[in-house]
Protein backbone atom coordinates (compact mmCIF):
# COMPACT_ATOMS: atom_id res chain seq x y z
CA UNK A 1 0.00 0.00 0.00
CA UNK A 2 1.28 3.76 -1.06
CA UNK A 3 1.99 5.77 2.20
CA UNK A 4 0.15 8.88 1.10
CA UNK A 5 1.67 12.33 1.24
CA UNK A 6 0.09 13.69 4.30
CA UNK A 7 1.62 10.28 6.40
CA UNK A 8 5.02 11.05 5.11
CA UNK A 9 4.90 14.54 6.83
CA UNK A 10 3.19 13.07 9.95
CA UNK A 11 5.64 10.58 9.83
CA UNK A 12 8.73 13.37 9.45
CA UNK A 13 7.14 15.68 12.13
CA UNK A 14 6.98 12.73 14.91
CA UNK A 15 10.26 11.67 14.32
CA UNK A 16 11.52 15.23 14.41
CA UNK A 17 9.34 15.78 17.87
CA UNK A 18 11.15 12.54 19.16
CA UNK A 19 14.47 14.08 18.36
CA UNK A 20 14.28 17.10 19.79
CA UNK A 21 12.57 16.06 22.57
CA UNK A 22 15.00 13.51 23.46
CA UNK A 23 12.78 10.51 22.76
CA UNK A 24 14.46 8.18 21.09
CA UNK A 25 14.87 4.50 21.76
CA UNK A 26 12.23 3.96 24.03
CA UNK A 27 14.37 6.17 26.47
CA UNK A 28 13.34 9.54 27.56
CA UNK A 29 16.59 11.96 28.04
CA UNK A 30 14.45 14.83 29.79
CA UNK A 31 12.27 14.25 32.89
CA UNK A 32 9.20 15.92 33.43
CA UNK A 33 6.96 15.78 36.12
CA UNK A 34 3.49 14.41 35.90
CA UNK A 35 1.44 17.85 36.22
CA UNK A 36 3.92 19.08 33.23
CA UNK A 37 2.80 16.10 30.75
CA UNK A 38 0.17 17.40 28.96
CA UNK A 39 -3.05 14.90 28.30
CA UNK A 40 -3.44 13.64 24.30
CA UNK A 41 -6.42 12.62 22.87
CA UNK A 42 -6.58 10.20 20.45
CA UNK A 43 -8.08 10.68 16.58
CA UNK A 44 -9.24 8.12 15.02
CA UNK A 45 -9.05 8.89 10.74
CA UNK A 46 -10.41 6.23 7.83
CA UNK A 47 -7.35 5.51 5.68
CA UNK A 48 -10.05 6.80 3.04
CA UNK A 49 -9.93 10.16 4.48
CA UNK A 50 -6.14 10.19 4.38
CA UNK A 51 -5.11 10.33 0.56
CA UNK A 52 -9.03 11.61 -0.28
CA UNK A 53 -7.86 14.60 -2.23
CA UNK A 54 -6.43 11.64 -5.49
CA UNK A 55 -9.31 11.06 -7.49
CA UNK A 56 -10.36 7.31 -8.62
CA UNK A 57 -8.78 7.01 -12.46
CA UNK A 58 -12.59 7.34 -14.29
CA UNK A 59 -12.44 3.66 -15.99
CA UNK A 60 -12.62 2.07 -12.26
CA UNK A 61 -15.25 4.53 -10.92
CA UNK A 62 -18.39 2.75 -11.87
CA UNK A 63 -17.27 -0.73 -10.24
CA UNK A 64 -18.83 -1.87 -7.92
CA UNK A 65 -16.53 -2.27 -4.64
CA UNK A 66 -19.50 -3.66 -2.61
CA UNK A 67 -19.09 -7.22 -4.68
CA UNK A 68 -16.74 -9.08 -1.92
CA UNK A 69 -16.74 -12.35 -3.41
CA UNK A 70 -13.61 -11.82 -5.54
CA UNK A 71 -11.17 -9.30 -4.26
CA UNK A 72 -9.58 -9.75 -7.08
CA UNK A 73 -11.91 -8.19 -9.17
CA UNK A 74 -9.93 -5.14 -9.63
CA UNK A 75 -6.96 -6.66 -10.28
CA UNK A 76 -8.52 -8.65 -13.29
CA UNK A 77 -9.17 -5.51 -14.78
CA UNK A 78 -5.47 -4.03 -15.19
CA UNK A 79 -4.77 -7.85 -16.20
CA UNK A 80 -7.39 -7.42 -19.18
CA UNK A 81 -5.96 -4.57 -20.20
CA UNK A 82 -2.35 -5.30 -20.27
CA UNK A 83 -3.50 -8.56 -21.87
CA UNK A 84 -4.81 -6.85 -25.09
CA UNK A 85 -1.37 -4.47 -25.05
CA UNK A 86 0.95 -7.68 -25.04
CA UNK A 87 -1.01 -9.53 -28.19
CA UNK A 88 -0.41 -6.33 -30.15
CA UNK A 89 3.20 -6.25 -29.15
CA UNK A 90 3.29 -9.72 -29.61
CA UNK A 91 1.64 -9.61 -33.13
CA UNK A 92 4.33 -6.53 -34.17
CA UNK A 93 7.54 -7.70 -32.92
CA UNK A 94 6.31 -11.57 -34.04
CA UNK A 95 7.21 -12.53 -30.28
CA UNK A 96 4.66 -14.85 -29.07
CA UNK A 97 6.34 -14.85 -25.32
CA UNK A 98 5.29 -11.24 -24.59
CA UNK A 99 1.28 -12.69 -24.91
CA UNK A 100 1.94 -16.40 -23.50
CA UNK A 101 2.22 -15.26 -19.89
CA UNK A 102 -1.47 -14.39 -20.09
CA UNK A 103 -2.68 -17.49 -21.87
CA UNK A 104 -3.14 -20.62 -20.42
CA UNK A 105 -0.77 -23.34 -21.39
CA UNK A 106 -1.96 -25.39 -24.33
CA UNK A 107 -5.23 -24.23 -24.28
CA UNK A 108 -7.52 -23.43 -27.04
CA UNK A 109 -7.27 -19.52 -27.21
CA UNK A 110 -3.24 -20.04 -26.46
CA UNK A 111 -3.16 -22.15 -29.49
CA UNK A 112 -4.91 -20.16 -31.71
CA UNK A 113 -3.22 -16.66 -30.92
CA UNK A 114 0.50 -18.50 -31.31
CA UNK A 115 -1.00 -19.04 -34.71
CA UNK A 116 -2.33 -15.43 -35.29
CA UNK A 117 0.60 -14.04 -34.04
CA UNK A 118 2.76 -15.73 -36.48
CA UNK A 119 0.61 -15.44 -39.18
CA UNK A 120 0.21 -11.38 -38.74
CA UNK A 121 3.28 -10.94 -38.22
CA UNK A 122 4.77 -12.67 -41.18
CA UNK A 123 2.35 -10.70 -43.05
CA UNK A 124 3.91 -7.55 -42.08
CA UNK A 125 0.78 -6.67 -40.02
CA UNK A 126 0.87 -4.41 -36.98
CA UNK A 127 -2.01 -4.00 -34.55
CA UNK A 128 -2.50 -1.08 -32.27
CA UNK A 129 -4.94 -0.67 -28.91
CA UNK A 130 -6.93 2.05 -28.96
CA UNK A 131 -9.27 1.43 -26.43
CA UNK A 132 -10.05 -1.71 -24.40
CA UNK A 133 -12.92 -2.31 -21.20
CA UNK A 134 -13.72 -4.59 -19.05
CA UNK A 135 -18.04 -4.95 -19.75
CA UNK A 136 -18.46 -7.52 -16.85
CA UNK A 137 -16.42 -10.20 -14.64
CA UNK A 138 -18.91 -13.24 -13.80
CA UNK A 139 -16.83 -15.59 -11.34
CA UNK A 140 -18.36 -19.06 -11.31
CA UNK A 141 -16.62 -19.94 -8.75
CA UNK A 142 -13.28 -18.85 -7.05
CA UNK A 143 -11.10 -20.21 -9.89
CA UNK A 144 -13.38 -19.39 -12.91
CA UNK A 145 -15.76 -17.17 -14.45
CA UNK A 146 -16.13 -15.63 -17.96
CA UNK A 147 -15.06 -11.70 -19.17
CA UNK A 148 -16.46 -9.65 -21.29
CA UNK A 149 -13.89 -7.36 -22.91
CA UNK A 150 -14.40 -4.67 -25.74
CA UNK A 151 -11.49 -4.20 -27.53
CA UNK A 152 -10.54 -0.92 -30.04
CA UNK A 153 -7.47 -2.19 -32.24
CA UNK A 154 -6.09 -0.17 -35.51
CA UNK A 155 -4.65 -2.56 -37.72
CA UNK A 156 -1.92 -1.41 -40.41
CA UNK A 157 -1.41 -4.13 -43.30
CA UNK A 158 1.55 -4.38 -44.97
CA UNK A 159 0.97 -1.66 -47.31
CA UNK A 160 0.11 0.96 -44.91
CA UNK A 161 -3.62 0.79 -45.20
CA UNK A 162 -4.93 1.30 -41.60
CA UNK A 163 -8.85 -0.02 -40.40
CA UNK A 164 -10.17 0.28 -36.75
CA UNK A 165 -12.29 -3.27 -35.44
CA UNK A 166 -14.43 -2.29 -32.80
CA UNK A 167 -15.19 -5.44 -31.14
CA UNK A 168 -16.58 -7.36 -27.66
CA UNK A 169 -15.68 -10.79 -26.97
CA UNK A 170 -16.03 -12.80 -23.69
CA UNK A 171 -13.18 -14.67 -22.33
CA UNK A 172 -12.66 -17.98 -20.07
CA UNK A 173 -10.90 -16.36 -17.47
CA UNK A 174 -9.43 -18.48 -14.59
CA UNK A 175 -6.98 -17.66 -11.34
CA UNK A 176 -4.85 -19.90 -11.26
CA UNK A 177 -1.93 -20.01 -8.64
CA UNK A 178 -2.33 -16.13 -7.72
CA UNK A 179 -2.58 -15.02 -11.16
CA UNK A 180 -5.08 -14.47 -13.93
CA UNK A 181 -5.00 -16.63 -18.04
CA UNK A 182 -7.45 -16.78 -20.56
CA UNK A 183 -8.05 -20.30 -21.26
CA UNK A 184 -10.71 -19.54 -24.18
CA UNK A 185 -12.68 -17.07 -26.08
CA UNK A 186 -16.09 -18.12 -26.20
CA UNK A 187 -18.38 -15.30 -28.82
CA UNK A 188 -17.39 -12.14 -30.16
CA UNK A 189 -20.80 -10.29 -28.35
CA UNK A 190 -22.98 -7.90 -31.14
CA UNK A 191 -24.49 -4.67 -29.53
Not at 33 to 48: A, F, G, L, M, Y
Not at 62 to 86: G, K
Not at 108 to 126: I, M, P
Request: hydrophobic share 30%; with cysteine; aromatic share 12%.
Amino acid sequence: MDIGKRTKIILCLIMMAALLTGCVGGKSYYSLKNEEIPETETVEQNESEIDSEEPMPEEYEEYDYSYTDHDYDFSAYTFSENYINAICAAINNGDFTLVQPYLKRNSALYNAQKSRVEKLYSKGEKEYVLSCQVEDIDWINKQKGTLILYEMVDTIDSAGKSSIAEVTYEYKIEYVNGRYVLSDRLKQKKD
